[in-house]
């Protein structure tokens, strides 16, 4: 009988701020740069760029989970298997995943919007002033 850690490997998910999970997997299906590919226990050790796609995980004695992932990088060393990438989503039901991450990009949009209406203010207030220095000066 194998040992338990040779039927499962450890997914850990990686965000820049957080570890947004880790779990027992016994396979995934993820998409890198030249196509998609699936992953069981006793897969040699490799590194690869993960496109952004929805990557499938089986939790050990769970049903199948989705994960959404922007770009990122796996590592599979041993027993462990690393992704880190700048955002994603968990989910157990591909619909509810992909109203997440609808949600998520509309939040991110807000987001980078009201940061280039700050940076247009700053720019506008740092010309204001240095033409009042020159005008003074």
């Known amino acids: 009988m194998p040992a338990p850690q040779a039927r499962s490997m450890?997914?850990?998910?990686?965000?820049?701020?957080?570890?947004?999970?880790?779990?027992?997997v016994t396979k995934i299906e993820a998409k890198a740069e030249n196509g998609w590919f699936g992953m069981l226990p006793r897969h040699i050790d490799f590194v690869t760029a993960l496109k952004p796609s929805v990557m499938t995980f089986q939790p050990v004695g769970k049903p199948p989970e989705y994960v959404a992932i922007d770009h990122g990088i796996l590592v599979k060393c041993g027993r462990e298997l690393a992704l880190s990438t700048r955002s994603a989503v968990r989910g157990t039901d591909i619909t509810q995943l992909k109203q997440?991450?609808?949600l998520q990009f509309?939040?991110?949009r807000e987001h980078?919007?009201?940061?280039?209406s700050l940076e247009a203010k700053l720019e506008a207030e740092l010309v204001r002033t240095l033409l009042e220095s020159e005008k003074n000066g």
């Open 10 to 24: 450890k997914l850990i998910v990686r965000l820049p701020a957080r570890i947004l999970f880790e779990e027992d």
């Open 100 to 102: 997440e991450i609808e």
């Open 106 to 108: 509309l939040l991110q």
């Open 112 to 116: 980078e919007r009201a940061a280039r």
